[in-house]
Structure formats: C-alpha cells, structure tokens
C-alpha cells in the first residue's frame, strides 16, 4: 500500500487534472465556442420582430382620404387561461361572429388562431379577457370602396400594391419595415417586456391625387344611370383639367359591373371625334380658309370605290360648317389638301398612337399606322376618325390640347406628396408638387382658338346641342361609330363619344363620355353621350367643392354678363367659390336694392341674388325688410341681409303695402 | 481611523448587493408596467382611430349624392338644379 505522501500527491495530481479539464472546457465554451453559444442563448430567450411600416395614404385633391391604412387584429384564445369559458365563450363568439360549432371548435385546440382580421372596434371588449391575445396587423382600408376602385386598385396578399395607383405608387407609399428583439420564455410566449426597437419602422409617404371625390362620384353615377337606360355594354367618363393635365375624374363600367380601367386600356375608333384633328392640321397650315365651301354632294358621294355618306346632307359646307354638322363627305373633301406626312404628323402631334405618360401601370397606345403602311382609303378615312384607335384617356388630353390654347400637356394623377402624417389637409411636409408638364405644341394659340369657335358652333347650332347649357357656353364634338368585334366591323353596334370643353372660352374642364353599343333609344352620341355630359355639367356646377374656378367661371359667360338686371334667365356676373374665398373678381357697379318685403324667402333671396347680390339671412318665414334698405344702393356683390320673421306679413299689411304676389318681380 | 475589520466588507458588499439588484428589480418592474401602460395606450388609440374610420364611413356615406339626392327629393321635394337654376352671385373686393 502506497504511503499517505503519495496517495496525496495522486489525488492532488487528479484535482489538478479535473480542474485543467474544467478550465480547459471553460475555454473551448467561453472562447472557442463562445460566440456560437452565446448566439444559440440569445435566440432561445428573444425573437427579432418586424415592425411593419404604415403604408401612405392616398386622398383626393381636397383632402378626402380615398385608401388609408389602420391597425386590425388577428385573436389568439388559450382556452386554458380563460377564467370563466362559458361567459367568456358568449363574448368572444359574439364579437369574432363564431357560431356555436366553431367555438366549441376551438376551446379543444390548446391554443385556437382566428386571423380575421377584425377591426379595433371589433375587439375592444376582448382587450381586458385574460387568454385572449391580440396580434396588430396593419391593413388596407377604403373608406368608400366604390370610388374610382380601379383606379386606386387594390393590394396583393403579399400586401404590396397589385394593381391600379396603389402598384404605380408602391416604392412611395410602403414604408420600410423596422426590426425590434423581444424577450420570450422558454415555451416562446413573449415577454411583456420593452422591446429593443433596433431599426424604427419608416412610414410610407402620403399622396394626395387629382382626382376630386365629388366629381368622380358625379361621373361614376351619370355613367351608371346612362348604361342603365340605354342597355349598353359599357362606357367611360373622363374629366380633366386642360390646364394643367390633372385628371379629376375616371369612370369606367362594364355590362357586367365590373370596373376595370377601360379608360387607359380599351381602344376604340373615334369616329367623328377625330375631325377636329384634320381640322387642325388644316388650318395650322392654310389649306382652308373660312370662306372656302365644297359641295355636299347631296349626302353621298362615292370616292375611290368608296361611298361616304352623311346624315344630314348640306348643299355647300365651310369647313366650320362640316365640323358643326359631322359632315363626313366635306371632312374628307378637305382632307385631300393634305399629304399623308401632314396628316399623320398631326394626329401623332395630338398624341395618338403614344402613350400619354400618365402614371398608370397599364396603357395601350392605341393604333395610328405610319403613311407607308396606309391604303388609298385611308387619308379620308383617318379625317372621319376610322383606321385609328384611340383611348379616352388620350381623346381626352388631345381636346385638353385645343383648350390650352394649343399645348399637349402630360396627364397625371399626382398632385402632391407629402410626408407621413400630414393627411391631404396639410402638416407633412411636401415632397413633390405637380407642376404642369408640357409635351409639345400642337397648334398655334390662334388656331386653337379658332377650333373652339367651331367646336362651340357644333353644341349651339350642330350635332351637339343636347349638351348646351342656358348660362355657359360649351364646346363639343360627337363622334358615332362603327364597333370592331373580333377584326371586323359588327353590324349594329356602333361607339357613341362625346368630348366637351366646359366653358367654351378659357375652358376649366374637358370631358370625354364614351358609351359602348346602347341597345335602347338612339345609337347617335347626339341623343346619348351628349345629354350625359350636361347632366355632369349641371351637377358639377351645383356642387359645392367641385374644382372650378368660379371667378374666372364668370367671365366666361357673356350671355349671362350681358344680360339686364331683372332679366329672369338667370345672371351670372361672377361666381363665388364656396367655402367664400376672395378671389380677382373686382367691385361690381352700384345697383338698388329691390323691395323684398312680404316675399316667401325663397322668392326675396332669388331676386337679391338676381341683382347680383349676397344675402345674410336673419330670420325665418316671411321677408320684411333688408337692410341695406330697399331703394338703396350697393355694390353687385356686397351682402345685404335680409331680415325675416313668420308673422312679417301681417306687418306689411299694415303698413299699407298689399304683399305682392307668390313669384311676382320686385 | 480604525480599518474596516473583514465582517465589514463583506457586509459592505452584501449592502451594496442588495442596492444593486433592488435597483434591477424596480427597473424592471417600471418598464414593465410602461410597457403595459403603452400597451393599453395603443389599444386605446387604435380603438378610437378605428371608431373615427367608421364614423367618417358612415358619414361619407350619408353624405354621399346616392343617399342625398334620393331623400332631398322624396322628403323635400327638391330637385337637382338645371344651370339655368343656379344663380351666381357676385364676389365683393379683394378683401378678406
């Protein structure tokens, strides 16, 4: 047996060894290894979360919100940790719409998932129920989903933009997504714990569109009704701002109720819409002049194998003549001092065949073919609008073109974007502002002007009267055409168009209506697209917010300016905006202010605002007096209130004045 | 001065010990307790901002020419106005 000094040494030589061992590992483990498990450590107790980033909103131009993005909630229920099944059960069921089945259904799970997802309201009453948990999930919302949903478009279940605005505008409005560590226990329940935000969440911006809410629920609805009555197969309504090039309006609708964005995607022959553009090319380069005249031909006249005819023959046209009836013989007539170059050169100027450049992911160009591939036919064919498709996006832009005194602008349907936060209303700082963007000049300031004299002859003594208007002057072209189904023109079904300038002079709105194969009634645009557009117009002058500039409005209608005072037809020396801002409209001259005692209201008001002034009201039911009084004067647009009261008749009696007559002129 | 004997330190360290993790604790117990506080904030938040989507919903709606138009017609008998109906009315000068 060995000594005790010895068994020492060999146990002390053991310890030792043990406790290389030890330290040896320790190493490995702290320094070796340490990274490893350090990392394995910190995944077993956090988990690194995606903030995700508020997506921009899109609004109107006046601050209407059109595409919002609000927190939602899918519910996780722990049916283990709920305190009292039954009672809890009837609540969650009713706030997450479960049937019986269904909760019953889940209470079995160890842990039951509804993604919903469900609204904060939804799930308000659930907050304070132990074993629900909340999860906030950022969602789309469209506050009025009708409104120019193919337009706006929708988000992919990816939740990135999949069509419409929300796909062209993607990069702007997503954001970029933040990353943040949370604690979690060892079954990976998280923490309540602070999370360690490592890369905030960067909201996406916010865009604020041209469109106007009011005036695109005013198009959708004058669409819809007309494709009601006249059973067609589907139609669109563009409005714009010739200028600038803001689009206010889009409407598109098919037979079926869907509303896919026919107006930048579908093509269509423009019929009569397309003489106002050999016109142009005409008169840009003095191959007509106003008194030139050719025959009518009686109505038909045959020409290259061809017969062309019109449906209301002239004996002899001008060239403003056959724009104001849609003389297909005298177009093409004229047309002939063209050379193919020429007239391509024009429309292509117009901006047919080319995409506009607006800011949709989907556009067709439409067809204009070049000189060398036309047949004999085609001169005479492209001036009447056939051999050429067009969208009523880019009709739209190239009578925005005769507007603006003869500049193509570029479309758009941004008008600004903004910061996170600052809502259509202002408050976010502004990125980007639309500013207009010129394509090219089509036509000389004096040509344009002189095609909106034609075009305005076409609404007050042609093809187009149905659209005037008593107060304004409008100017228009209808275009009636033959439909192309499969390659070939289909017997019976023709394109009713319409495009309008509104007012004729300095106009503020162009407006293309186009109705797809109308079954009842009149095929003609005359009788069908034309009365849609005064239905719009009227509409949109009614409106409150609609954007027009109504002082310069004002000066556009001289009938009305020229008119007397006491004339019933309605004055119109100026138009105020509303809500009232001042605008350039000067101090109109001093007028008497009429006796309005003893009138209804209504009649007191119409007749003070016949003489062109303003009228506070103080009161209610029969008028007795203004101040200031009646007989003085005041200037047009200065307000004079009208003080009333219900028993102010009898007052008048009294004092000697019989009250006049229900409707009788003051 | 005296020299602190061992006890001493050692009852030194336990105190400061005691301070620090006291300290831990009732750090811990605040953030958690904000954190709950935020918690309940953004609920409330989000509750209140979905109660205001759906109040401006529903007044979009109400106020919309589908549901106007109809009732202004029906109830009140009035109409859409033609141009010739509206009456435009002079703006006074520039001043505000």
Redesign the interface.
Known sequence: MARPAVRIQVVEFGVLVGLALLVGRAVQVQILHGRRWAEEAQAQRTERIVLQARRGALYDRHGTPLAVTQETYHVGIAPNELRDPTADGALISRRLGLTAGAWQLALRRRYAYFAGPYSALEVQPLRSVRGVHLEPVLNRFYPDPAVARATIGRLGDDGLGASGLERTLDSLLAGRAGAAVVLKDRAGREYESPARVIAPPVPGLDVVLTLDAELQEIAQRALDDALRRMDADGGDVVMLDPGTGEVLALASRQRDGSARPSAFTDTFEPGSLAKIFAAAALLSLRRVSPTDRVSGEGGKWRVLGRTITDDDPQPSLTMADAIRVSSNIAIAKFAARLTPEEQYAMLRDFGFGALTGIEFPAEATGRLRPPSEWTRPSAASLAMGYELSVTPIQVAMAYGALANDGLLLEPTLIREVRSAGGGGGGGGGVRYRHRPEPVRRVVSREVAAALRSMLRGVVERGTGTEAALTNFPVAAKTGTARRVVNGRYAAGQYTASFAALFPADQPQLVLVVKIDNPHKGSYFAAQTAAPVTRSMLEQALAARTVALDRARLSTAAPRAAAAPVDDDGGLVPYVVPWPYQPDSAGVGPRRAVPDVAGFGMREAVRALHRRGFRVALRGWGVAEHTWPAAGDSAAAGSMVTLFADPHAGDRVRARGAAPPRRGARP | MARAKGRHWVALWLVAFLVTTWLVYAR?TA??H???E???L??RR??L???R??L??RI??AE???VLVPRAQARLGLH?????????????????
């Open positions: 811990q953030a958690i904000a954190a709950r935020l918690g309940d953004r609920g989000a509750n901002d979905g109660h989507a759906d401006e919903r979009r709606a919309s020419r589908a859409l106005p033609s141009d010739s109906e509206i009456v435009l009315v002079p703006a006074p000068s520039g001043s505000r």
